[in-house]
T-cell receptor, first 117, second 120 residues
Framework: GAVVSQHPSWVICKSGTSVKIECRSL??????MFWYRQFPKQSLMLMAT?????????EQGVEKDKFLINHASLTLSTLTVTSAHPEDSSFYIC?????????????FGPGTRLTVT | AQTVTQSQPEMSVQEAETVTLSCTYD???????LFWYKQPPSRQMILVIR??????QNATENRFSVNFQKAAKSFSLKISDSQLGDTAMYFC?????????????????FGQGTILTVHP
């Protein structure tokens, strides 16, 4: 149980285009989802927190107009990288929290490798 | 703000031996959770072990155990009988409890990570 999927697992796009990454909780309802960015051999940096039905909360320094996050249902959150540039190339990971209240467990997706050419 | 520090960028150990990864953190909270995550070459994050701050007893999961020193704000991971499959990057992480009606939604703060290599 508690599986989180991401699609696509790897995407290459041209500079200036937009790309959408999906994060799905397959067997539970995720009231909260988190999006992270990770560079090689570095830690995970939290980009934003999204709660179902409300606007995402972005971490300081993350451009909300560039990284659009939508959490339209209890099982799906999307991250859209708009007008992508080579410096946006990175590994993007989502995680989902099961339920609400005092549940603290987070389940991670397998990640999406984005390469912008 | 909470910070998590892993001072060992890389560690290596021989198969079947024991290794300890260090982690310290800084917080003014009294209730919180601590985690160790493993990220193998596949890059899938895997929960290794967790510790609730209010519990004095150190958590154990098979070959993995922690040494939780709350006063010293230290949370080390011991891996016994190391196996080749333990080769991965290990992250220490901190989470504040969820406050009813508050703004804390269980954000994880990660340390810098320690790359562990198990040699045959």
């Amino acid at each position: 149980g508690a599986v989180v999927s991401q699609h696509p697992s790897w995407v290459i796009c041209k500079s200036g285009t937009s790309v959408k990454i999906e994060c799905r909780s397959l067997d539970f309802q995720a009231t909260t989802m988190f999006w992270y960015r990770q560079f090689p051999k570095q830690s995970l940096m939290l980009m934003a927190t999204s709660n179902e039905g409300s606007k995402a909360t972005y971490e300081q320094g993350v451009e909300k107009d560039k990284f659009l996050i939508n959490h339209a249902s209890l099982t799906l959150s999307t991250l859209t990288v708009t007008s992508a540039h080579p410096e946006d190339s990175s590994f993007y990971i989502c995680s989902a929290r099961n339920g609400s209240g005092w549940s603290y467990e987070q389940y991670f997706g397998p990640g999406t490798r984005l390469t912008v050419t | 703000a909470q910070t998590v520090t892993q001072s060992q960028p890389e560690m290596s150990v021989q198969e079947a031996e024991t290794v300890t990864l260090s982690c310290t953190y800084d917080t003014s909270e009294n209730n919180y959770y601590l985690f160790w995550y493993k990220q193998p070459p596949s890059r899938q994050m895997i929960l290794v072990i967790r510790q609730e701050a209010y519990k004095q007893q150190n958590a154990t999961e098979n070959r993995f155990s922690v040494n939780f020193q709350k006063a010293a704000k230290s949370f080390s991971l011991k891996i016994s009988d190391s196996q080749l499959g333990d080769t991965a990057m290990y992250f220490c992480a901190f989470m504040t409890p969820i406050n009813a009606g508050g703004t804390s939604y269980g954000k994880l703060t990660f340390g810098q990570g320690t790359i562990l290599t198990v040699h045959p």
